[in-house]
């Protein structure tokens, strides 16, 4: 096969070089006559020549017709199967061609059908000679006159065989659609057979010859054997056979070695797609994991893929549609490329780092659908493949590509990784990170919830994926899908990089304030180190839309101990030991690790407590704050979240009676945690930082955070922040309303509790008939649904002597109220009392005292949250009707004294009279109308 080649070769440029310059005008009626002496079999009897391009020298045609001749090697191929068929015009060539084509397809199905060897050859040597001169094919320089004249002058055409022709390949895209339509069929023959491109053969014959001598002619089967041995070549012929290359990737019918085995699957799945502009192979690439696709058809377009993910210019949607932005964005890569094919897909990794910067749509589209098929199969990622050729081959080697099955495998063996694999992977699940199209597992496994959750909501910035996030603990998501999200959510906490949201919308406050944490160039995760820094930080933080990407991180972490990559660390031995029965989800090992909060290592209790901390500040971080949608919709509704404001509003609501026993529990739950430690108090632990370190800070060395919060209340006047005073006096009021035995606030009551009640606080395990107490922490119910007492065990009420006045004395806080300093209390002239009855007000507002008269305060420290302390709880205990009926007695709930039906409407009333009274007495006393003198009204001492 190479030796006649290259002597097809030599005799066409032979032909070339000893041709005279003629501008000779074709000669009609010569031809016509050339043609009936080939219609009878017949010599001609005359050369006929034909200059029809004059940028190209004149020849005489072939056979004297212009096409192959009737009475040499082809004669009895032409009687078989083209009798009808008239010579001249390429006629008979193109007959011949469409009988060889149907062999090649398999359409022949015995030798009668097949064209002889000696005509094989004769029409490979006609169209060697016609493609080294465009003048040799009538029809062709026909209607690509003009465009040869307008695009192809003698400045833009090199000294090469074939030049016409090459010029009007490159400017395919201006040229009139006659002439397009005849350089596609050039260009279909040279797919088919490398012989009919000039260029090609001169340089790349010696090749073959070496490299694929045994290889058939046709069928683009030498041009596929020169690729597959792409390292072997010559320098020129590596740079002809991709420029081939890159003009064919744009139609699958210039791709004859793919179109030969997937010609079926196109007919099946593509037979309403039109030809051209990748249409064809994007309908083949989309349908290729159809169960009916045959698997010869599948394996060879995927090599095809494989082959165009290497170097942009093989991907004739990405070189089209990203032409200005590569310039514009990625030049220096473009630039640094060679003219051989490029193996590294450096111009693609440019788009996909900077697609932000893209311009056109169509480029971003582009880029987009790069970046899906290299998250799909690893072999279209030709960085990574690279890196982790040999991690690939010890770790997944019996792992199918597809699917994202090795990219999958990778990141399940990354410890084991070597630096540069780990390295690239990491940078691709950056890349990965901002659509859910890039996560082929998520994707696939949460189509149902897409659909339903998250129905409109446009792809990419992570939308998508932030949105199957909230809806993880939802009872509608599958297992399949819950799993792949929890998967992705846990992956991201282990890199603030990984999180292409809180990434993107924290960018500068990272820069700023976590800068030195953690570097983003050593090539590995930064284990939440830069996450925990954003949340020690956030104070700091101006961004609104950090903040709220943090949020979001803060609240998952809340939910699942996994999303917080340090506590999963630090935590892991302890989960192991202590919560290994427990789900994940739904804050429960957080639970799990509170109550074994003294059996915790110290690392692991650090990390729960740090994160507790944050938590602490907004209730809708916490899980078990979800049984308090409704309450904090109806109460709270004005209150804006966060800064504790919110559970401060539940706090002051918890007595209402529509409130939920779930939503209670949870109150008292937090308000058992910040009694327990101040740090877990955001009001406290916020305002009193400075006092701690002055005044309590040998308190803190303390067990137990509760020891601060004492030695806060026991210093209540020494205190250097007014608004730390108003914490300690809300948190001291709360403690002591909500008493624990054992609690460090009340912890002096114990014993006078344990002493004066000692009927009411028993020391075995049961709860006795009558007036027997457990311990009283925040939970009251009748005696006949106590059950076994637990620790911290409920507030029990024996029905036969439920008096609540006195469950309230035997937890007394009379000692604690006392250690308050109430120096700053004053009336009347100074330092005297009216009787206290919950109103306050400033001393100039206060006028002659009035029995049942309102507390005074001094303008000089007129403090509220300070008297409020310093009144006497006991004062407000002892103004709630004791009686049994206006006990709410819930099983769980707190205890909540409430008024119903004709008792709350006298009460009303009652309440409307004394107030419509006292209105009328005030009058009647400022007027002056029920006395014959003038009211004299004393301002008190100034």
């Known amino acids: 096969m190479a030796h006649v080649t290259k002597a097809l070769l030599f005799a066409a440029l032979l032909s070339l070089s000893t041709l005279s310059v003629r501008a000779a005008e074709l000669d009609t009626e010569q031809l016509e006559d050339n043609e009936e002496a080939q219609q009878i079999r017949d010599e001609p009897a005359a050369d006929v020549v034909s200059q029809v391009v004059e940028q190209a020298d004149d020849v005489d045609l072939q056979s004297g017709t212009g096409d192959i001749s009737t009475t040499d090697n082809c004669r009895e191929d032409i009687e078989r199967f083209c009798t009808e068929t008239k010579p001249g015009e390429n006629r008979l060539l193109a007959c011949l061609t469409n009988q060889l084509n149907d062999e090649e397809?398999?359409?022949?199905?015995?030798?009668?059908?097949?064209?002889?060897?000696?005509?094989?050859?004769?029409?490979?040597?006609?169209?060697?000679?016609?493609?080294?001169?465009?003048?040799?094919?009538?029809?062709?320089?026909?209607?690509?006159?003009?465009?040869?004249?307008?695009?192809?002058?003698?400045?833009?055409?090199?000294?090469?065989?074939?030049?016409?022709?090459?010029?009007?390949?490159?400017?395919?895209?201006?040229?009139?659609?006659?002439?397009?339509?005849?350089?596609?069929?050039?260009?279909?023959?040279a797919s088919n057979d490398f012989i009919a491109d000039a260029m090609l053969t001169e340089l790349c014959t010696d090749d073959a010859q070496m490299l694929c001598e045994d290889v058939k002619a046709g069928g683009g089967r030498v041009q596929e054997c020169l690729r597959k041995k792409r390292p072997q070549l010559s320098w020129d012929c590596q740079e002809e056979l991709f420029r081939k290359e890159v003009e064919d990737a744009s139609d699958i019918r210039l791709n004859t070695a793919l179109l030969r085995v997937c010609s079926k699957d196109k007919k099946k799945f593509c037979a309403d797609v039109k030809p051209g502009m990748g249409l064809a192979k994007k309908c083949l690439e989309d349908n290729r994991n159809q169960p009916d696709f045959s698997s010869e058809c599948k394996s060879k377009f995927e090599e095809m893929m494989v082959r165009r993910a290497s170097d942009f210019r093989l991907d004739e949607t990405l070189r089209s549609e990203c032409r200005e932005?590569?310039?514009?964005?990625?030049?220096?890569?473009?630039?640094?490329?060679?003219?051989?094919?490029?193996?590294?897909?450096?111009?693609?990794?440019?788009?996909?780092?900077?697609?932000e910067e893209l311009v056109k749509p169509g480029c971003k589209a582009a880029v987009h659908k790069v970046t899906e098929r290299a998250a799909e199969d690893i072999r279209m990622d030709r960085p990574l493949a690279d890196a982790c050729y040999e991690d690939r081959k010890t770790k997944c080697a019996g792992v199918a590509p597809g699917s994202a099955r090795v990219l999958r495998c990778?990141?399940?063996?990354?410890?084991?990784?070597?630096?540069?694999?780990?390295?690239?992977?990491?940078?691709?699940?950056?890349?990965?990170?901002?659509?859910?199209?890039?996560?082929?597992?998520?994707?696939?496994?949460?189509?149902?919830?897409?659909?339903?959750?998250?129905?409109?909501?446009?792809?990419?910035?992570?939308?998508?994926?932030?949105?199957?996030?909230?809806?993880?603990?939802?009872?509608d998501m599958s297992r399949e899908c819950r799993a792949e999200v929890k998967r992705d959510e846990v992956r991201e906490a282990e890199d603030y990089r990984l999180d292409y949201r809180l990434n993107k919308e924290c960018d500068m406050e990272i820069d700023m304030l976590c800068g030195e944490v953690c570097s983003p160039f050593q090539g590995q995760a930064c284990a939440g180190a830069v996450i925990n820094c954003l949340r020690e930080k956030q104070e700091n933080i101006t961004s609104a839309s950090c903040k709220t990407e943090l949020f979001s991180t803060e609240k998952r972490m809340g939910n699942d101990y996994r999303d917080d990559a340090q506590l999963k660390e630090a935590c892991a031995e302890d989960v192991a030991t202590h919560c290994a029965d427990v789900e994940a989800g739904g804050g429960r090992v957080h639970?799990?690790?509170?109550?074994?909060?003294?059996?915790?290592?110290?690392?692991?209790?650090?990390?729960?407590?740090?994160?507790?901390?944050?938590?602490?500040?907004?209730?809708?971080?916490?899980?078990?704050?979800?049984?308090?949608?409704?309450?904090?919709?109806?109460?709270?509704?004005?209150?804006?979240?966060?800064?504790?404001?919110?559970?401060?509003?539940?706090q002051s609501n918890v007595d209402k009676s529509d409130f939920s026993d779930k939503c209670k529990h949870q109150v008292q739950k937090k308000q058992n945690r910040m009694a327990d430690n101040w740090k877990m108090d955001y009001g406290v632990s916020k305002q009193c930082k400075q006092d701690v370190k002055k005044v309590c800070a040998s308190a803190m060395s303390k067990h137990g955070g509760g020891e601060v919060l004492k030695c806060l209340a026991q210093n209540h006047d020494s205190l250097s922040s007014s608004d730390c005073q108003t914490e300690v006096a809300r948190a001291t009021k709360m403690a002591l309303w909500q008493y624990r035995k054992g609690a460090a606030m009340t912890e002096e009551c114990d014993e006078d509790a344990q002493t004066l009640c000692a009927g009411d606080f028993p020391d075995g395990s049961s709860v006795a008939t009558k007036k027997t107490w457990p311990m009283y922490d925040g939970k009251v119910k009748h005696h006949h649904e106590c059950g076994v007492q637990e620790a911290g065990g409920d507030l029990c009420l024996a029905e036969e002597n439920a008096d609540f006045e006195k469950a309230l004395a035997s937890v007394s806080i009379l000692d604690k109220i006392k250690k308050i300093d109430?120096?700053?209390?004053?009336?009347?002239?100074?330092?005297?009392?009216?009787?206290?009855?919950?109103?306050?007000k400033h001393h100039h507002e206060c006028g002659v005292q009035e029995a049942g008269g309102d507390l005074c305060l001094a303008e000089e420290n007129a403090d509220f949250e300070k008297a409020l302390a310093s009144v006497s709880i006991l004062d407000k205990i002892k103004k709630i009707d004791t009686s049994a009926p206006l006990l709410d007695t819930k099983k769980d709930g707190l205890s909540i004294i409430t008024l119903t039906g004709w008792v709350a409407l006298a009460s009303v009333a009652a309440l409307v009279l004394v107030i419509g009274g006292g209105a009328y007495y005030a009058y009647r006393k400022f007027t002056g109308t029920d006395q014959p003198y003038t009211l004299v009204i004393k301002g008190g001492d100034r």
Not at 601 to 630: H, I, T, W, Y
Not at 824 to 835: D, Q, R, S, Y
């Open 105 to 189: 397809a398999g359409k022949a199905a015995d030798e009668g059908g097949k064209l002889s060897d000696s005509c094989k050859e004769e029409m490979r040597a006609v169209k060697a000679e016609r493609s080294v001169n465009i003048n040799y094919d009538i029809p062709l320089a026909t209607v690509c006159k003009d465009d040869a004249n307008q695009y192809c002058n003698d400045g833009n055409l090199y000294p090469e065989p074939g030049a016409v022709i090459t010029c009007l390949r490159e400017v395919n895209e201006k040229l009139s659609s006659k002439c397009k339509e005849e350089i596609f069929r050039v260009r279909k023959e």
């Open 325 to 355: 932005d590569i310039e514009e964005v990625c030049g220096y890569e473009k630039d640094s490329l060679d003219t051989i094919a490029g193996y590294d897909g450096r111009v693609v990794e440019c788009l996909q780092d900077y697609r």
């Open 410 to 475: 990778l990141q399940d063996n990354r410890n084991q990784l070597s630096y540069e694999c780990r390295a690239t992977l990491f940078d691709q699940e950056v890349r990965l990170a901002e659509d859910i199209d890039f996560k082929y597992p998520m994707k696939k496994a949460c189509k149902a919830e897409i659909e339903n959750f998250c129905k409109g909501i446009e792809h990419g910035h992570a939308r998508v994926i932030s949105c199957l996030q909230e809806h993880d603990e939802d009872k």
């Open 591 to 650: 639970e799990c690790l509170s109550a074994h909060k003294k059996e915790l290592s110290p690392k692991c209790a650090a990390q729960e407590d740090k994160l507790q901390m944050v938590l602490e500040k907004d209730v809708r971080l916490k899980p078990g704050f979800k049984n308090c949608k409704e309450e904090m919709k109806v109460y709270c509704n004005n209150v804006k979240p966060g800064q504790g404001r919110m559970f401060r509003c539940l």
């Open 822 to 840: 109430t120096s700053a209390l004053v009336g009347g002239n100074k330092k005297t009392w009216p009787m206290y009855d919950g109103k306050v």
